[in-house]
């Protein structure tokens, strides 16, 4: 069967096929994800970009993390940001995944993978509220102390209107301490973060 980059249907259907190939033969599929994605990423419909941005955000697992899917989803959502795209929507879903990635990508310890995604989100809308729940704790994860105290500094009394979940940022990043914590992802610092949230 011949496909090219107008297919990104195809190209991640076939994606999936060999992470299913890898879990019941254990044969080395890294070459095939590799050839798929260098399709996808080809792609210059948004529309097209924003759905493997998608596939690679919620397709992250213990399997699919060894692909490189966070690495691949970065890299959409640069190339997204790179085609000066104004639609509003398209760079809301950009917001969207990519402050996701950066949240997801703590659980596997990519801590490169977080900062750079939550940059991406902020540079793409810089109104979603959430990145500036992630983009603190990626500076933490990359041991950048400075940088996210400046940030919890700056965000934790501003009202939280996503939900009614919280009413400022301040118990936004308490819950999303407790979260991580009950996961057992922690950083020597959480503790000394919650004393400043505490002035």
Not at 35 to 40: D, G, I, Q, T, V
Not at 129 to 146: E, G, M, V
């Amino acid at each position: 069967m011949k496909f090219d980059t107008l297919h990104g249907p195809i190209t991640r259907r076939l994606t999936e096929l060999s992470i299913e190939k890898y879990q019941f033969l254990k044969k080395d599929v890294n070459k095939e994800v590799d050839k798929y994605f260098y399709l996808m990423s080809k792609i210059d419909d948004p529309n097209d970009l924003i759905n493997s941005l998608s596939f690679y955000v919620n397709g992250m697992d213990s399997t699919t993390i060894n692909y490189g899917y966070a690495e691949k989803a970065i890299f959409i959502g640069s190339k997204l940001l790179e085609s000066d795209t104004t639609d509003g929507y398209i760079r809301r879903q950009i917001a969207f995944y990519c402050s996701n990635l950066s949240f997801q990508s703590l659980d596997f310890k990519l801590y490169k993978s977080s900062l750079d995604a939550v940059i991406i989100a902020i540079k793409a809308d810089s109104t979603y509220q959430l990145s500036y729940t992630n983009l603190p704790l990626a500076y933490l994860f990359n041991n950048r102390y400075s940088d996210a105290e400046k940030e919890y500094l700056k965000w934790k009394d501003k009202p939280w209107t996503v939900d009614n979940s919280a009413k400022t940022f301040k118990e936004i990043f308490l819950i999303d301490f407790a979260d991580l914590e009950s996961r057992g992802i922690t950083h020597p610092d959480f503790e000394k973060v919650k004393e400043l949230l505490k002035k």
